[in-house]
Protein backbone atom coordinates (compact mmCIF):
# COMPACT_ATOMS: atom_id res chain seq x y z
CA UNK A 1 0.00 0.00 0.00
CA UNK A 2 1.37 3.80 -0.65
CA UNK A 3 1.41 6.16 1.91
CA UNK A 4 1.80 9.46 0.68
CA UNK A 5 3.12 12.27 3.05
CA UNK A 6 0.52 14.67 4.35
CA UNK A 7 0.91 18.59 3.57
CA UNK A 8 1.06 20.93 7.03
CA UNK A 9 1.42 24.39 7.34
CA UNK A 10 0.25 26.81 10.33
CA UNK A 11 -1.42 29.85 9.98
CA UNK A 12 -2.81 32.55 12.33
CA UNK A 13 -6.90 33.00 12.18
CA UNK A 14 -8.30 34.90 14.38
CA UNK A 15 -5.67 35.74 16.37
CA UNK A 16 -5.51 31.88 17.06
CA UNK A 17 -2.67 29.36 15.83
CA UNK A 18 -3.90 26.58 14.29
CA UNK A 19 -2.45 23.52 12.02
CA UNK A 20 -3.92 22.31 9.04
CA UNK A 21 -2.79 18.86 7.76
CA UNK A 22 -4.29 17.54 4.56
CA UNK A 23 -3.54 13.79 3.12
CA UNK A 24 -3.91 14.55 -0.85
CA UNK A 25 -4.44 10.72 -1.49
CA UNK A 26 -7.71 10.42 0.63
CA UNK A 27 -8.41 14.38 0.54
CA UNK A 28 -9.05 14.45 4.69
CA UNK A 29 -8.57 17.80 6.03
CA UNK A 30 -7.20 18.08 9.89
CA UNK A 31 -7.52 21.88 11.56
CA UNK A 32 -5.96 21.09 15.13
CA UNK A 33 -5.65 23.86 17.38
CA UNK A 34 -2.38 24.67 19.19
CA UNK A 35 -2.25 21.96 21.71
CA UNK A 36 -2.69 19.59 18.58
CA UNK A 37 -6.69 18.96 19.28
CA UNK A 38 -8.70 18.33 15.92
CA UNK A 39 -10.89 20.94 15.85
CA UNK A 40 -12.07 19.77 12.74
CA UNK A 41 -11.86 17.12 10.06
CA UNK A 42 -13.28 17.12 6.69
CA UNK A 43 -12.83 16.00 2.92
CA UNK A 44 -11.22 18.94 0.76
CA UNK A 45 -11.59 18.04 -2.87
CA UNK A 46 -9.48 20.83 -4.84
CA UNK A 47 -5.41 20.87 -4.09
CA UNK A 48 -2.94 21.78 -1.51
CA UNK A 49 -2.15 24.71 -3.21
CA UNK A 50 -6.23 26.09 -3.77
CA UNK A 51 -6.54 25.10 0.50
CA UNK A 52 -3.50 27.64 1.05
CA UNK A 53 -4.97 29.94 -1.39
CA UNK A 54 -8.09 30.29 -0.09
CA UNK A 55 -6.71 30.83 3.80
CA UNK A 56 -4.66 33.28 2.03
CA UNK A 57 -7.40 35.15 0.83
CA UNK A 58 -9.76 34.81 4.06
CA UNK A 59 -7.06 36.64 6.15
CA UNK A 60 -6.67 38.90 3.68
CA UNK A 61 -10.52 39.63 3.95
CA UNK A 62 -10.86 39.03 8.06
CA UNK A 63 -8.64 41.88 8.61
CA UNK A 64 -11.13 43.82 7.17
CA UNK A 65 -14.32 42.55 7.72
CA UNK A 66 -13.33 40.97 11.35
CA UNK A 67 -14.57 37.52 10.39
CA UNK A 68 -13.71 34.62 12.80
CA UNK A 69 -12.62 31.21 12.72
CA UNK A 70 -15.97 29.65 12.25
CA UNK A 71 -17.20 31.00 9.81
CA UNK A 72 -13.91 29.86 7.38
CA UNK A 73 -14.34 26.53 8.91
CA UNK A 74 -18.23 27.37 7.40
CA UNK A 75 -16.65 28.52 4.28
CA UNK A 76 -14.14 25.66 3.82
CA UNK A 77 -17.11 23.19 4.35
CA UNK A 78 -19.89 24.53 1.85
CA UNK A 79 -17.34 24.73 -0.80
CA UNK A 80 -16.69 20.87 -0.04
CA UNK A 81 -20.25 20.16 -0.59
CA UNK A 82 -20.58 22.73 -3.49
CA UNK A 83 -17.86 20.81 -5.21
CA UNK A 84 -18.94 17.35 -4.41
CA UNK A 85 -22.89 18.33 -5.45
CA UNK A 86 -20.64 19.80 -9.24
CA UNK A 87 -19.44 16.10 -9.42
CA UNK A 88 -22.76 14.19 -8.49
CA UNK A 89 -24.35 16.57 -11.66
CA UNK A 90 -21.54 15.72 -13.92
Known amino acids: MLTTRPCTATCVLDGMPVTLTFYPDNGVLRI??????????????????ALLDEFRSYNERSELQGRGVAEMMD??????????QNLALA
Open 75 to 84: RIGGQTSQSL
Open 32 to 49: ADPSGFCVREMRWHASWR
